[in-house]
């Protein structure tokens, strides 16, 4: 029996993801760190499916996460097929405002963590006749973001890093695919403190969490490499690419910057 892992599971996209493998009828395992959450969320998917589920409380700013997630499923013999790395936050306003602690506590969750999941999960899911690694990047990743700064980098090492390592297993049973959404509503705005500015903008921009999570699902099983959510987002890549460098941050900054 095959499990789809989901990181972040307990809300937001992860949370949509997760509904939606289990109406396609694939048994799950869901962490993050709100237990209540995951619980219900794992009850309830189980009963509407008929599926299997489980869930772990893990705190990724801990030392050891992902291998204490490992742990947990060689001493229950759960085995994936799936691999979904979606948690992780960001920290708005000016770098300096917060704690060097604060900072690596986000690139714990945003990088090291992703990262050590496809390192220690990735015998397992060779062992799969196919199999997905799903990592949740950024539209972000395009550019630098002054007031999002950290997290807009953090997410340029997620669409690097799978984008290498999808050409890597390009011969193997394994596809690495990579979602860069946009605005999505999710607690995300909040977590991160964005200012009225950047809520306001996104207001009119802002995708469901639900739509988001289809497209990431769809993009997964088609086993593409790497995909921006909704045209807006598509578009937005585009002049950034085209258009200066520095111009493109002189607009990020007056959207994110708090300064
Ligand atoms: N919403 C957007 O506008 C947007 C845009 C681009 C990319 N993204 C990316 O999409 C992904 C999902 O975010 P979302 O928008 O769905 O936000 P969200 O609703 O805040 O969900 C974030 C998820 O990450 C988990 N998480 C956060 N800190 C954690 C920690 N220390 N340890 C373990 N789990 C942790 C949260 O669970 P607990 O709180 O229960 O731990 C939650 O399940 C993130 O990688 C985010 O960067 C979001």
New binding site residues.
């Given amino acids: 029996m095959k499990y789809a892992l989901i ?10 993801m997760a509904e939606i493998l289990a109406s396609k009828k694939n048994n799950l395992l869901l ?4 237990a209540d ?2 619980e219900a969320l794992a009850q309830t998917l189980k009963k509407q499916y008929q599926i299997e589920a489980d869930w772990l ?6 030392a050891g ?1 992902a291998n204490k997630i490992h742990q947990w499923c060689l001493n229950k013999n759960y085995s994936l097929d799936i691999l979904i ?6 920290l708005s306003g000016p770098f300096e405002n917060y704690s060097a602690k604060e900072h690596t ?1 986000m690139m ?3 990088m090291n ?1 992703l990262v050590e999941l496809c390192s220690l999960f990735l015998p397992d899911l060779k062992t799969a006749q196919k199999s997905h690694i799903l990592n ?5 990743a395009y550019q630098a973001v002054p007031g999002l700064s950290l ?1 807009a980098a953090s ?1 340029a090492f ?1 669409l690097s890093f799978g984008r290498g390592l999808q050409y890597e297993l390009r011969h193997t049973n394994v596809r690495v695919t990579t979602i ?12 991160a403190n964005l200012n009225e500015k950047a809520r306001k903008a ?1 207001e009119k921009l ?1 995708m469901s ?1 639900n739509e ?1 999570a289809r497209i990431a699902i769809d993009t997964m099983l088609a086993g593409k490499t790497e995909k921006i959510t909704g045209f807006i987002n598509q578009l937005g890549a585009a002049f950034v690419w085209l258009l200066p460098k520095i111009l493109v941050e002189k607009t990020a900054a007056g959207i994110y910057s708090q300064d």
């Fill in positions: 990181t972040g599971a307990s809300k937001g996209i992860g949370k949509a962490v993050a760190r709100s959450l995951l409380s893990v705190d990724f700013t801990e996460a790395n979606n948690a992780g936050y960001g506590d714990q969750v945003n963590v949740i990047a950024s539209s972000a997290y997410k997620v860069c959404p946009g605005g999505t509503e999710t607690d995300f705005a909040n977590r996104g802002n969490a988001v």
